[in-house]
């Protein structure tokens, strides 16, 4: 009954471009929330890439190599939420997400070691590189997790620490945020996984960040920012600025993001939730204007290769008026936002049935214009895929009129919309 009140909410403002369903933005913020919670969900962990069943597998199998990534990314979406609407179903929802990223920080059964997906031993199961057995028997978990994956859950942890978590809850993540990150200082600045070896994409070191990695620089100062702030030890708050001054971290971090060539638009992702609770948290002018430069940088981008501001997404914009004060984005992007097609994530079948039980019509003809040399396309143009923000902005779909055996969730909508609820850029009946 809930979902069909928000659906209700919503009204067509009709000087803004929409996408072929006349859903507006809190009609599908509501049917993407409804949609994920029904098929994306599994004990609160969010699930990334849902392959329907076949006749050598006849049960739904999920793609979970970034769940502990997607589920912090979704849980601070949550958090933003509940501190927008204070429902109490919002904030039950978020507790449960935050309950999961728990799980995955300790499944693994070694200290500050998560894990990047778990599944229930019990559940159907489509395997793959990485797996273990939890030491309590219920679980088998992914291995070899990554600073992405340690990104979205410092991410979401610190928005629910801020935003939802009760007493109870703010110890959890104190612990387990003080755990991942007292793990990477006690191991020369990496990740080591349960084997004893260094992940492969868990590599903090002066070496890797001066070597090829500089983006680590800044997602090792956003950890050590959120933990200093969650648990209250000293000990993170004087290693995060020895390693900005004395270890030099603040200069890689002004060059976090990688602009040789070409860009690679995932990390650009990560760049943004390491950017926000540093740019929350930090006080310090001196530090805070480390990171003023490494996002004016990033959101300009440099010599030819274009910045964040060029693709029209909604997140970064929203940053850039948190970072800079520069709101000189945000209009058109959230334009973009109203051209979110429900066939860049479904197939015409789950279309066709939330048409019927939520009364509104689909139409796949985009909406937007053609789109122009090195100009973003908008988002009724674009390819399938499990996230709008990581994928190519500049690259449109060649053809969405065939369905594939694999559907994916709407995580990235629903943070670019509750960030802009949470900003006040969106208003309630938009």
């Known amino acids: 009954m809930r979902f069909r009140v928000l659906l209700a909410v919503g009204v067509v403002l009709s000087f803004n471009a929409m996408a072929g369903d006349g859903l507006t933005l809190v009609r599908r913020a ?44 979704y849980l601070g979406t949550l958090a933003m939420k509940y501190a927008v609407t204070h429902d109490d179903a919002d904030k039950a929802a ?23 997906a778990m599944w229930p031993k019990d559940k159907p199961f489509d395997g793959g590189a990485y797996w273990h057995d939890s030491p309590d028997g219920q679980y088998r978990w992914w291995g070899d997790v990554s600073s992405d994956q340690i990104d979205g859950i410092m991410f979401g942890y610190w928005l629910a620490y801020d935003l939802v978590a009760d007493d109870a809850h703010k110890k959890i993540i104190a612990q387990d945020v003080g755990d991942i990150v007292s793990h990477i200082l006690d191991n020369d600045l990496k990740i080591v996984d349960v084997d004893g070896t260094s992940t492969k994409f868990g590599d903090y070191s002066a070496q890797a960040v001066k070597s090829f990695e500089p983006m680590n620089a800044l997602v ?57 609770p540093l740019f929350v948290l930090e006080d310090d002018p001196a530090f805070r204007d480390i990171y003023v430069k490494s996002f004016e940088r990033s959101w300009h981008g440099e010599g030819s290769i274009l910045g964040m501001k060029a693709q029209r997404n909604p997140v970064y914009a929203l940053l850039a008026q948190v970072a800079l ?106």
């Not at 929330?33 to 699930?47: I, K, V």
């Not at 060059?255 to 690679?264: D, L, P, T, Y």
């Open 30 to 73: 509501a049917l993407f929330q409804h949609d994920m919670e029904q098929r994306f969900m599994l004990e609160g962990q969010a699930l990334c890439k849902r392959h329907v069943p076949t006749e050598q597998r006849p049960f739904v199998s999920y793609n979970m190599p970034d769940n502990a990534y997607m589920t912090g990314i």
């Open 94 to 116: 978020a507790f449960a997400s935050l309950n999961a990223l728990h799980r995955l920080c300790t499944v693994s059964g070694k200290k500050g070691v998560p894990a990047r």
């Open 220 to 276: 090792l100062l956003q950890h050590l920012k959120v933990a200093a702030h969650v648990t209250g030890d000293e000990r993170f708050a004087r290693e995060y600025r020895r390693i900005v001054i004395d270890e030099h971290y603040g200069d890689y971090a002004v060059r976090a993001r990688w602009m040789f060539i070409r860009v690679n638009f995932s990390d650009d992702v990560m760049l943004a939730l390491a950017y926000y």
């Open 325 to 430: 004060g520069d709101e000189s984005a945000v209009a058109d992007s959230l334009n973009n936002l109203r051209m979110f097609a429900l066939d860049v994530k479904w197939n015409r079948d789950t279309i066709a049935g939330y048409e019927k039980e939520f009364g509104f019509t689909f139409d796949l003809t985009p909406s937007s214009a053609d789109p122009k040399s090195n100009e973003a396309v908008s988002l009724d143009r674009r390819p399938k895929t499990w996230s709008t923000w990581v994928q190519d902005p500049f690259k449109p779909a060649v053809d969405r009129r065939t369905d594939e055996r694999i559907e994916y969730n709407g995580h990235d909508y629903l943070l670019a919309y509750w960030f802009g609820r949470y900003l006040k850029r969106i208003g309630p009946d938009e």
